[in-house]
């Protein structure tokens, strides 16, 4: 069975802050995705990291697939209110995403 | 364009009942995933279907099954409902792996 392991599973920082969001696991992945989630709605994508130890970065927010494939971060910079939400990792196996049980983020003005 | 959207948004249904949840994927998209995602963790995988086939399956039971439509749209159905089928159920669509676009989900609440 393949297990994504998030951490950490509650963030609360203030607002200009920086943050870092782990997502682990045993197994290797074809592909690891980010995605963020609010109340009420479907995950929404923000990243697709392919390539062992690669880095992409979406304005103030950068991703990096381990070496082996197996683990991925998530770095915010200079956290903002509007950053608030459910952070989740999904490893594809195949046509299946496996998720990880997520981060929920808070971040006060 | 219409993303994917899922009907109905919320239902409560009393246990042992069935229910049939409904999904129309974002167009152009020919693969359609269903999740179960229960309050506080990740989405679950329970199938995905692609030319009206079921092409891979997650630990779900029978009791959880599917169908896919010539216009890729899909139904999951899940029949005998428990209490603990309470969750938010979220339809993925996709023409290429690493590209889902979920729904909004269909809360189901099982009393």
């Not at chain 1, 109340?39 to 991703?63: A, D, I, Q, Y």
């Not at chain 1, 990880?100 to 003005?109: K, N, Y």
Request: aromatic share 10%.
């Amino acid at each position: 069975t393949q297990l994504l392991e998030q951490s950490p599973q509650f963030l609360s920082i203030q607002e200009g802050e920086n943050l870092t969001v782990y997502c682990n696991s045993s197994s290797v992945f074809s592909s690891l995705q980010w995605y963020r989630q609010e109340p009420g709605e479907g995950p929404v994508l923000l990243v697709t990291v392919v390539t062992g130890g690669e880095v992409k970065k979406l304005k103030r927010l950068t991703f990096q697939f381990g070496d082996a494939r197996k683990d991925s971060s998530l770095h915010i910079t200079a956290a903002q209110p509007g950053d608030t939400g459910l952070y989740l990792c999904a490893g594809r196996s195949g046509g299946k995403l496996t998720f990880g049980q997520g981060t929920i983020l808070t971040v006060h003005p | 364009d219409a993303g994917v959207t899922q009907s109905p948004t919320h239902l409560i249904k009393t246990r042992g009942q069935q229910v049939t949840l409904r999904c129309s994927p974002k167009s152009g998209h020919d693969t359609v995933s269903w999740y179960q995602q229960a309050l506080g963790q990740g989405p679950q995988f329970i199938f995905q279907y692609y030319e009206e086939e079921e092409r891979q399956r997650g630990n779900f039971p029978d009791r959880f099954s599917g169908h896919q439509f010539p216009n890729y749209s899909s139904e999951l159905n899940v029949n005998a409902l428990l209490l603990g089928d309470s969750a938010l159920y979220l339809c993925a669509s996709s023409s290429a792996p690493d590209m889902a676009f979920f729904g909004q989900g269909t809360r189901l609440t099982v009393v």
